[in-house]
Every structure is written in C-alpha cells, then in structure tokens.
C-alpha cells in the first residue's frame, strides 16, 4: 500500500510545488515504475491460457457423464465438478501423491505416451464400501489395497476411462484404454520430472465422503493437438455437429426402456394428531378413509398415473392396473 500523507505533509509538497523547488516532471520520474514478470526458464511455459481454459471445459463436461455414471453405478448420491485446470511439472504432480495411491495408466489412442488418472484413497475405500453393500461412509485406516479391491476398482475404472471419449471428440477421436494399476506413484513415471504436465483436478464427493480425483497429461500427449486446443475451435466444430440420426434414436429409445422407476401402490392417506400418535398401541386400528373395495392410486416417481386393485400372484402381493390416467382428467399429474 501507497505511504499516506498528513496534512502538513501536503501543505509542504505545495508550497515547494509553488516555490519551485520541486519539479513536477521528477516526480513523475520517480513514480513510474517497470512492470517485471518473473520467468523461470527452467520451467517454461507450455499451454496457453486459451488451451487450458480448452481443457477446463473439455473436463466440464466429462466430470458431467462421470457424475451420472457414478450415481447409478454406486446407487449414491454423488456431485463432480472441476476444481483447477493447471500446468505444473510431472515432478511437482509425482511428488503430491501419497501413498498408498489409486493410480490409473491409461493409453490414450491415437494420441502418444500415456495420461495419469488418479483416485484418492479416501475416495477410492468409500466406491469399494458402496459396490460391496456398504453406505459408503468409509472411516477406517488408510491401508495397503488387497488384490480383490483393485480388482473391483479396475473394472470400474475401465468402464469411467470410456467417458473420456465423448467430451474429446469434438477435437479427437479418443480410444483410452487403462493398461495398468499401480498403487506407487514410484512405479507410474510416465514421462521424465521436468516434464511438463496438464493437470486437471476433479472435486467428488460421494455421500458424505469427499475426495479428489487427478487427471494429469504430459505436454508431449497434448502436442499433435495443440492448435486444436483453443476456444474458438472447440465452440466452431461443437455447434456444426450432426443432427442425431435415425439409428442414434433407436439405440436411445432403448437405453431409456431400460432404465427403472419406482412404482407406488398407495392404500390410502389419512391424518391423525401427535397425542394420539403417541398413544398407538399394538392392536389399534388406524381409519384410511377409504373404502375396502375402493381402487388405489398407483404412482410413478411420485406422479400420480393409474388406478389398480390389490390381490396376489403367485403368493405375493400384486396390483391389478384398471385404469390410466390421461390428459384432461382432474386427478391428472404433468
């Protein structure tokens, strides 16, 4: 901060101004200073500004399809976003990771050399917990990983590296393949540490759990595509792309049938006060207020749909589809 001047102070500097003895060109002079940027040259600068930002909205959209793909796969809730987009050295990249570590060498085809994907380990404990039945709210030790848990997370990882093929195809025609886990950040130097990397930085939280997820790229995977790298290029070939096709339809047509939705037979809705809730004792009986014989409304994701009525088949519980509710009937949910 600038040296702020008293009043006798300024009284001073203008009087000396009006006498003369003071030039105003010399203290102008001595105001203007150089603007140095420091520039290490042992570390120069690679990617451009434009080409990271690039890769941050590349990443965007991929940490979209993981956050998707990661909510149905773990049955959780789960919220991915891209936290950094940096250029560092591999060094200072290696030298981050602790161990044990959760580490991913992919190809990346037809692209050179190699990327890094890393899983932290807190987050990496808390995806095995929920594929194994548990509520994902890891809180043991930080261990070793056995072999029946690497196994369980490489599979997962091969199905999450397909993503990447998506967001990148508006530059390249990706076919990323993971070719080895490795728990040692000693054991997964991918390219030498001086080399310059693209670092990409995904904030998860799975449950309660929060973890990072670490995407690093080396400069010499990134180069044949460079040029490509820029804002202007992306938006221009993303707003020319191919109306989805006849056969595209097809095909998303029957992922939607695939998908599952929960089904609600309500018996009926009533309202009773605190006292007597308090009072309930096995044997009461509770009045629905509605008729034995009267049909149930039958919901899907909480949007009331048909009306049916309960009996069984094959010694368990059914409901009997009677009616379906269209546009224009009063009980009718948009």
């Known amino acids: 901060m600038s040296e702020i001047l008293s009043q006798s102070e300024i009284d001073a500097l203008l009087d000396a101004l009006n006498t003369g003895e003071v030039d105003v060109e010399e203290i102008q002079d001595d105001t203007k200073e150089k603007k140095i940027k420091k520039y290490d040259f042992k570390s120069p600068k690679k990617l451009a500004k434009d080409q990271l930002r690039t890769l941050h ?27 950094s987009v940096e250029e560092l050295s591999y060094y200072e990249f290696s030298n981050s990771i602790s161990n044990p570590a959760m580490l991913s060498i992919v190809d990346l085809n037809p692209l050179p050399g190699q990327m890094l994907y890393e899983i932290s380990t807190g987050l ?22 056995t072999e029946i848990e690497i ?10 590296i397909k993503l990447f093929i998506e ?68 938006f221009s070939t993303s707003s020319n792309n191919k109306k989805i096709t006849p056969e595209e339809k097809v095909i998303l047509e029957k992922r939607i049938k695939k998908a599952d939705l929960n089904v609600i037979a309500e018996l009926a809705q009533t309202n009773i006060t605190v006292e007597e809730f308090l009072n ?27 009306k049916g009525s309960p009996g069984t088949k094959k010694n368990k519980y059914a409901i009997k589809l009677t009616q379906v509710i269209e546009k224009g009937d009063d009980n009718y949910d948009e």
Not at 151 to 160: C, F, G, S, V
């Open 57 to 83: 909205i590349i990443h965007d959209n991929y940490s979209r399809l993981l956050n998707t793909f990661l909510s149905g796969y773990l049955r959780s809730y789960v919220q991915i976003e891209v936290l």
């Open 167 to 234: 967001p990148w195809e508006n530059v390249i025609e990706l076919s990323p393949k993971v070719d080895k886990i490795e728990t040692n950040s000693q054991f997964a130097q991918i390219v030498s540490p001086n080399e310059t990397v693209a670092l990409i930085t995904l904030k998860a939280k799975i449950g309660e759990i929060e973890g990072l997820i670490n995407i690093c790229i080396p400069h010499i995977v990134l180069e044949p595509i460079l040029p490509k790298l820029s804002t202007k290029f992306w």
């Open 151 to 160: 196994t369980i997370l490489t599979k997962m990882l091969r199905q999450i």
């Open 124 to 145: 990496s404990f808390c995806i095995i917990d929920r594929i194994l039945g548990g509520d994902g709210n890891y809180q043991g030790e930080i261990r070793s990983f």
């Open 280 to 306: 309930l004792q096995i044997g009461d009986i509770i009045s629905l207020g509605k008729e034995v014989d009267e049909q149930l409304d039958i919901k899907i994701s909480d949007k009331f749909k048909f």
